[in-house]
Nanobody, 115 residues
Framework: QVQLVESGGGLVQAGGSLRLSCATSGSIFSISAMGWYRQAPGKQRELVATITSGGNTNYAYSVKGRFTISRDGAKNAMYLQMDSLKPDDTAVYYC?????????WGQGTQVTVSS
C-alpha cells in the first residue's frame, strides 16, 4: 500500500512562488507514475502535471512554462515548483500515484493566490 502526504501550500501574492512536496511511503516500488491535480471551489478536479517513472512529464496548458514537476527517488518525494502564480491557481492541490493499477490520492494542500 502506498501513502501520500502533501505539504507546502499556503497564501502567496500574485506573481509569487510556492513549492509543493508529496512524501511517499509504503510500497513505493509499485509506483509507475505520479501527478498533481487541483480542485478549485465549485469546479471539478483537474490535471496539473504528471511524471512517469522514466521522468517523462506532461503539463496542463494553463500551467505550462510556470510550473515544474519533479521526483527525487532518494527522498521518495515528488515536487511541484509553482512560479508566476495567478489568482486562478487558487485551489486544493492533490498528489496522486498510479501503483499496481490503483490510483492513490493524498489529502490535499491549500494554495491561495491573492491579487
Amino acid at each position: 500500500q502506498v501513502q501520500l502526504v502533501e505539504s507546502g501550500g499556503g497564501l502567496v501574492q500574485a506573481g509569487g512562488s510556492l513549492r509543493l512536496s508529496c512524501a511517499t511511503s509504503g510500497s513505493i516500488f509499485s509506483i509507475s507514475a505520479m501527478g498533481w491535480y487541483r480542485q478549485a471551489p465549485g469546479k471539478q478536479r483537474e490535471l496539473v502535471a504528471t511524471i512517469t517513472s522514466g521522468g517523462n512529464t506532461n503539463y496542463a496548458y494553463s500551467v505550462k512554462g510556470r510550473f515544474t514537476i519533479s521526483r527525487d527517488g532518494a527522498k521518495n518525494a515528488m515536487y511541484l515548483q509553482m512560479d508566476s502564480l495567478k489568482p486562478d491557481d487558487t485551489a486544493v492541490y492533490y498528489c496522486n500515484a498510479l501503483a499496481d493499477s490503483r490510483l492513490i490520492w493524498g489529502q490535499g494542500t491549500q494554495v491561495t493566490v491573492s491579487s
